[in-house]
């Protein structure tokens, strides 16, 4: 069984910083592609940042030279440090996962709870 926790989340004035991490754990044989996602009330899920394995990185428009994705491959880590934080990143940010688990032959997604974040004006 594979899990995926995040943590970092809260309240935090325009302009501020906060640093989101996921932790994956469980039998993992092959950790992937790995990405934050955020969604905000009433709207769709959307895609915010990505980062291979091999640390190629890809970033949203709105939070480009904002936001930063980083991966701890030695850890199963994933964190996304945000800066200038605007009330419209204001959403739950959720955590997603590549991940082949030990004895599978396949890869698939995996999700986190997700963590609040709260941009205030």
């Known amino acids: 069984q594979v899990q995926l926790v995040e943590s970092g989340g809260g309240l935090v004035q325009a302009g501020g910083s906060l640093r989101l991490s996921c932790t994956a754990s469980?039998?993992?044989?092959?950790?992937?592609?790995m990405a934050w996602y955020r969604q905000a009330p009433g709207k769709q899920r959307e895609l915010v940042a990505t980062?291979?394995?091999?640390?190629?990185?890809n970033y949203a428009d709105s939070v480009k030279g904002r936001f930063t994705i980083s991966r701890d491959n030695a850890k199963n880590m994933v964190y996304v440090q945000m800066n200038s934080l605007k009330p419209e990143d204001t959403a739950v940010y959720y955590c997603?996962?590549?991940?082949?688990?030990?004895?599978?032959?396949?890869?698939?997604?995996?999700w986190g709870q997700g963590t609040q974040v709260t941009v205030s004006s």
């Open positions: 469980g039998s993992i044989f092959r950790l992937n592609a």
């Open positions: 997603n996962a590549n991940i082949r688990e030990t004895g599978s032959i396949f890869s698939r997604n995996y």
């Open positions: 980062i291979t394995s091999g640390g190629n990185t």
